[in-house]
């Protein structure tokens, strides 16, 4: 995945299939919209991409921001909750991260944001799930 792709750049087999999609899935007036976006090709494709994490912390190494959690573009938190993370890191190693400090500062870190992270990728996955993505 590298970029989103421009509605002439969009294969037409990928055209037709979200075309029979729309059509089983969507009521009018939506239906007639999206059709009307795809044939004429005024739309974009934006690749979604989601990454629920099982951790954020190994040892000496934390991640922060999308290294860490992907949410789908939908939730538009991911660089608020970015600059969450980094915000509640920073706190967390004040002190110092000397010897053991850093592996306590860090594991303290993983125990406040994680739990955070995860509903934040899941409200992303649910608001898919409820546009009827399989
Ligand atoms: C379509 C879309 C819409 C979005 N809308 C919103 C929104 O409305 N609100 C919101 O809060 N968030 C939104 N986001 C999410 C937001 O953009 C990201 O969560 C945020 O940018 C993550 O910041 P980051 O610093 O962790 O990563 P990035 O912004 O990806 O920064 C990582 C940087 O590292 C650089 N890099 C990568 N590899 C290397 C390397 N080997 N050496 C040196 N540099 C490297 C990259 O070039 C990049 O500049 C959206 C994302 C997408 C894709």
Partial sequence: MRHSLKGADIPQETLDKLSEQASKKWPEPWVSATLHAIHTRNLLGIPIKEYMPDNLVKERIALIGDAAHVPAPITASGFNTS??????????????????????????????????????????????YSYGRS
């Fill in 83 to 128: 600059l969450q993370d980094a915000v509640e890191l920073g706190k967390c190693v004040a002190k110092g991260v000397k010897g053991d400090a850093a592996v306590r500062a860090l594991a303290k870190y993983e125990s406040l944001r994680l739990n955070k992270v995860q509903r934040m990728v899941q409200s992303g996955k649910s608001f898919s």
